[in-house]
């Protein structure tokens, strides 16, 4: 759901009843509850279990508080997840060091016989796995590339951007150039964190890279707002922090007042991204620019404008077209395109973009309907065949342009009571419980998934069925998400509570299947969900909505922890997902746009179209990401719930129509 208005400081008192509600909310046991509270105490008291002691652990942990960690971890003794606090002991140690330049420096190296220690007793575990990364952290810090290496090769972990950073320190170069591993990690479109920034200063000083490079790094970071990046390599390119602040803080007096190419550059896209009309205004400013310098800036006014969907997008789109650019602009140039319809333009900016936004499902669709539209048909079946076999939103709409409407894959055989087994014994499957059982669930879900990771299709089958056994609803539908080849769809779309679901859905005339996609995608059937917007239960309704649901209703003296109750959720959100289909025209993308954003946004994104829309296009125009792929899933899962309810295949392009101009 929407979130509602800013409100102003809580007072400390209320702040902790805050929290002991979200900690029965979400399960905990109010002993951990308490224990919580306790954590923020000078004084540990005698009596506390050790899952108290546990939790006090943690959040002393949390909070770089060593003292406060070591007084509880000898009440917890022999806990099930006491190499945790083993782990939280270590980790202090590997903290990094800020000096007065905000630089980090690493460790004194004292803690590294214990680390190393802890790896080869853990081997094979998450904690262990964290361990290294921190480890490796401060390896880099300290310039210990030989151990960094070694650690390297052993690391079990996903891709970390700083890690990989330093592995391209550690290994130094064999050449002058630029090896391709660390031109993509240094020219993505990203921030730049620790390690990244060590390492383009170290090529800066080899001369394996010129300022001519950093100022494009300059630009990539200006694209995405990543203002720290810009702060730290501006010096590295001739720009005082002081020059920078200031066309950073007052872009448009700069653009005034200075001659210096890259400052009107910097203040150029900074204007564009508070005012891009005021950008476009002061275009004539930038007319000593060199031709690419000003395409640049020119890309950037027209991706803030489609940002804001302001009319001139297309015009300006056309001008930037040929811009060195990364594919983060391209792709708002492209919905530009697209919301007009204006396929040779569309089709031009598909072959600007970089091999990865070309491989991905979004821009081989609409690149095929461009073809298609352009009198390419075999170029566009073949760009639809890359994709129709993907259950995912793009995957199932270029299945459907090949003929094929949705239907669920053959079911996978249920898992037998050996596979069932082997999933009851799994020993990171366990941490995780016992971690959901304390109501530390964000920490359940990191045990969860690096326990799954290398799992098979058979035994995520076999995990996802044990997860939905033990009512770990979310965790059933992730898990069975992953299967490669065999599937069980009734798995990664389960359909509990129906008997208290459908009623409400007769009464207001919903389709089941769209109610179900949307609590899919919103909770996935965790009764105690909510989030960081007090957003609360299966449908995720805001406290204000619930209270203005609550008057229309005639309900007095409604309470918040009522949306915790099953029906009572239930009932307040199909009874707003009515009322925002009805007022928004009975179309199920705006209204599922309106349920994430708002009413009042897809009101203004649908007045701001030039004609008629296809849904597909409505959805991929939709400014905010979250939004964005929001409505895109709600409607993918509500056609697969519809096929499996029904039976029958399911088009997804007819469940998304169009969108009419319109207020």
């Known amino acids: 759901m929407f979130s509602g208005p800013s409100r102003p400081a809580v007072p400390a008192v209320i702040r902790f009843a805050c929290a002991l509600a979200l900690a029965l909310i979400l399960g905990a046991n109010p002993a951990i ?55 939280w002991r270590l980790r202090l140690r590997l903290l990094p060091v ?120 300059v630009k ?89 969907l302001l009319p001139q997008s297309l015009s300006l789109t056309h001008l930037a077209l040929g811009a060195n650019a990364s594919d983060e602009t391209w792709a708002w140039l492209a919905r530009a395109a697209l919301r007009a319809s204006d396929w040779p333009t569309l089709h031009a900016i598909y072959e600007s973009m970089g091999p990865q936004a070309r491989n991905e499902p979004a821009w081989i669709y609409w690149h095929a309907r461009a073809d298609r539209e352009l009198g390419r048909p075999q170029e566009a079946h073949e760009q639809l065949r890359r994709i129709a076999g993907q259950f995912n939103f793009y995957g199932m709409l270029a299945a459907e342009e090949l003929g094929s409407p949705f239907s669920p894959p053959p079911m996978a055989s249920k898992p037998n009571a050996q596979e069932l087994a082997w999933v009851e014994r799994h020993p990171g499957l366990s941490k995780a419980v016992r971690l959901y059982d304390l109501g530390l669930r964000a920490d359940g879900n990191r045990e969860w998934n690096f326990a799954i990771r290398t799992m098979n299709d058979r035994q995520l089958l076999a995990t996802a069925d044990w997860a939905c056994r033990r009512e770990l609803l979310d965790r059933c539908v992730n ?26 859905a007769e009464q207001h005339e919903l389709d089941p299947a769209w109610i179900y996609g949307l609590i899919r995608q919103e909770s996935r059937f965790m009764l105690a969900a909510r989030s960081s917007a007090r957003a609360q239960g299966l449908m995720q309704i805001i406290p204000p909505t619930a209270k203005w649901i609550a008057g229309k209703l005639g309900i007095r003296d409604f309470r918040v922890e009522q949306l915790n ?24 993308v705006l209204a599922s746009a309106g349920y994430n954003a708002g009413p009042g946004r897809p009101r203004r994104w649908r007045g701001t179209l030039p004609g008629s829309l296809e849904g597909a296009a409505f959805a991929e125009i939709i400014p905010f990401q979250e939004t964005r792929d929001y409505v895109q899933n709600v409607i993918a899962n509500a056609t697969v719930y519809a096929a499996l309810l029904s039976g029958r295949p399911q088009s997804l392009k007819d469940r998304l129509g169009r969108v009419e101009p319109g207020q």
């Not at 420096?105 to 680390?115: E, H, L, M, N, P």
């Not at 898990?479 to 009623?503: G, K, M, S, V």
């Open 33 to 87: 509850a308490e224990a919580s509270k306790r954590a923020r105490d000078d004084k540990l008291p005698d009596k506390l279990t050790v899952d108290q002691a546990f939790v006090i652990a943690r959040t002393a942990a949390l909070q770089s508080d060593a003292a406060k960690l070591e007084a509880a971890a000898r009440k917890i003794g022999k806990h099930p997840l006491a190499e945790y606090v083993d782990y």
């Open 98 to 217: 800020r000096n007065r330049d905000g630089d980090s420096r690493g460790s004194d190296g004292s803690a590294d016989d214990a680390v190393k220690a802890f790896l080869s007793q853990h081997q094979g575990t998450l904690v262990a796995e964290l361990l290294r990364r921190d480890w490796m952290l401060d390896l880099g810090r300290r310039r210990q590339w030989p151990e960094f290496l070694d650690q390297y090769a052993s690391w079990g972990l996903s891709a970390d951007n700083r890690i990989e950073c330093f592995h391209q320190l550690a290994n130094g170069r064999s050449s002058n150039a630029l090896n391709p591993d660390a031109e993509a990690l240094l020219f993505a479109p990203r921030e730049l964190g620790e390690g990244c920034i060590e390492l383009i200063e170290t090529l800066v000083a080899e001369r394996v890279i010129s300022t001519g490079q950093i100022w494009q790094r």
């Open 220 to 308: 990539i970071s200006l694209e995405i707002g990543a203002l720290g990046s810009v702060r730290r390599l501006a010096p590295r390119i001739g720009i005082t922090p002081g020059e920078l602040e200031a066309a950073l803080q007052r872009p448009a007096k700069i653009l005034a007042s200075t001659t210096n190419a890259r400052l009107l550059v910097i203040a150029a896209v900074q204007l564009a991204r508070q005012d891009p009309e005021r950008a476009e205004e002061r275009l004539d400013t930038l007319t000593k620019l060199p031709r690419s310098e000003r395409a640049f800036v020119i890309s950037q006014i027209a991706a803030q404008s489609m940002r804001r």
């Open 479 to 504: 898990t069975a998400d992953r299967t490669q080849n065999e599937h069980d769809f009734a798995l990664r779309y389960i359909t509990p509570f129906r008997d208290r679901l459908t009623p409400f």
């Open 565 to 588: 109750d099953l029906d009572t959720n239930l009932r307040f959100g199909t009874y707003y997902l009515k009322t925002v289909h009805d007022g928004l025209d009975g179309s199920p």
